[in-house]
């Protein structure tokens, strides 16, 4: 039967336990070492670094604090809706309008305002040198969307 090594905790254990003894005898002398000359609390790395990181969460906190004073009184609660550019696809009237619905809206066409049809389609800008930023309702092939008036790419469709 092969023999058990002991687990690294065991052996942390056994360690601690047999250097228990000495730690308060080394506490005692720097004690009286630090009554005869108080600057050496500073030079104890044990008292310095625990100073070190109090002093670093304090900072935290007082950044925190000043920046939350530089708010404004009321935060402005986050968007429900999205302005909608729409175009009218009746030849006769070709109005241009905007609709503010929410974010998922997806119900086109909408009633125009203008000629009282259900003609609105969503408008997209179409930058091309042709175009030179005219508001198109854009044309779908495959996958992809295209502008109707010099067939310049849009982009993806969801």
């Not at 000043?66 to 070709?94: I, K, M, R, S």
Request: glycine share 6%; with cysteine.
């Amino acid at each position: 039967m092969p023999v058990q090594t002991e687990s690294k905790r065991a052996e942390w254990i056994a360690a601690l336990r047999e250097g228990w003894p000495g730690v308060r005898v080394r506490f005692d002398e720097w004690k009286d070492t630090v009554r005869e000359n108080p600057a050496l609390i500073w030079a104890t790395p044990a008292v310095r670094y625990p100073v070190y990181g109090i002093g670093a969460l304090l900072a935290v906190w007082a950044l925190t604090w000043a920046v939350g004073q530089l708010q404004p009184p009321e935060a402005v609660p986050p968007a429900e809706t999205a302005d909608f550019h729409v175009l009218c696809t009746n030849p006769e009237c070709g109005h241009h309008f905007v609709i503010n619905e929410e974010f998922d809206f997806d119900d086109f066409p909408v009633v125009c305002p203008k000629c009282k049809k259900k003609t609105g389609q969503r408008a997209v800008r179409c930058a091309s040198q042709t175009c030179r930023g005219r508001w198109v309702v854009p044309e779908k092939r495959g996958d992809e969307y295209y502008c109707p008036y010099c067939a310049g790419y849009l982009g993806k469709a969801d």
